[in-house]
């Protein structure tokens, strides 16, 4: 449950630093807006599918946004 609280506070801040809703980061991702705020509670996770693209459309490493490095 951990890694889950990490990887949503992460998706959070990369959200929030691209003054994007819930809905818009959803819509980029083909997800649903209460699929992202699952993933920022910590409920759920993204897939490694998703957790690639994310990386990716963001410019940010997969090991940030798993909490494995601070930046």
């Not at 506070?9 to 807006?33: A, C, W, Y």
């Not at 509670?41 to 990386?55: N, Y």
């Not at 410019?59 to 946004?65: E, G, I, M, P």
Request: proline share 1%.
């Amino acid at each position: 449950m951990f890694m889950h609280q990490t990887i949503g506070k992460r998706i959070k801040d990369i959200r929030t630093e691209n003054k994007m809703s819930q809905t818009q980061f959803g819509k980029m991702l083909s997800v649903s807006q209460d699929t992202v705020s699952l993933w920022e509670k910590g409920k759920s996770a993204p897939d490694a599918e998703l957790i690639v693209t994310i990386c990716k459309a963001f410019s940010v490493s997969a090991d940030y946004l798993l909490g494995l490095t601070e930046y």
